[in-house]
């Protein structure tokens, strides 16, 4: 929420898991406009607590490696059913990014709870859930933001940007819907 700054019209809802919304509090400060529901988002309760008279903005980051792939297409058939109108942004996992997070020795800690095998076609939520719609595929390696990689990044990033394949291979992807 601190880096999109959203105005004060606006409602937010931070969803995770109960042990984790309620560490938030006690490191971040919780703006009025701010609202945290701890449940597990494979539980289909923990919409009703968000208005469904309004369009939405869904940021999901990080999430998808950890449902399973019928648990993530149900959630995105909640999402698109709940609200009228909405955007839709979550990174891309590829297969090839999930065997990495599955198989990095730096990734030991989590790769217990990898579940969800990955996609490597953006259109493919448009076949999981009617009425999603991509609108675009953001590739880092083609961001203003390379400028600050460290200088073997930046030229890795450079030769890969002209290739969508390559760039969904080695750098993070932001994929946003409407619907
Ligand atoms: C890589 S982190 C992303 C953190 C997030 N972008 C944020 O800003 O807090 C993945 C998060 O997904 C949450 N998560 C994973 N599976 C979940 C589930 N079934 N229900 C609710 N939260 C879940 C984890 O607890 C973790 O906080």
New binding site residues.
Partial sequence: MFRVGPPRTVGWY????PE?VALRPQVLPQPTNAHTIG?????PQWLHYIPADRPAVI?????I???TQD?FVSLLNRLTSHFPSGELAFNLYTTYAIWTLTHTRGMAA?AG?VVNPGFNDPHQPERWSDGLKLVEEIFLTRAPEVAELPPIWRLTSHLAAPSATVSRMIGTVVLRYRF
Wanted: proline letters at 5%; a negative charge; aromatic letters at 10%.
């Fill in positions: 931070d969803v995770d898991f984790v449940a597990d988002l494979t539980d940021v999901a980051d990080g999430l490696p950890f449902l648990d989590i709870g």
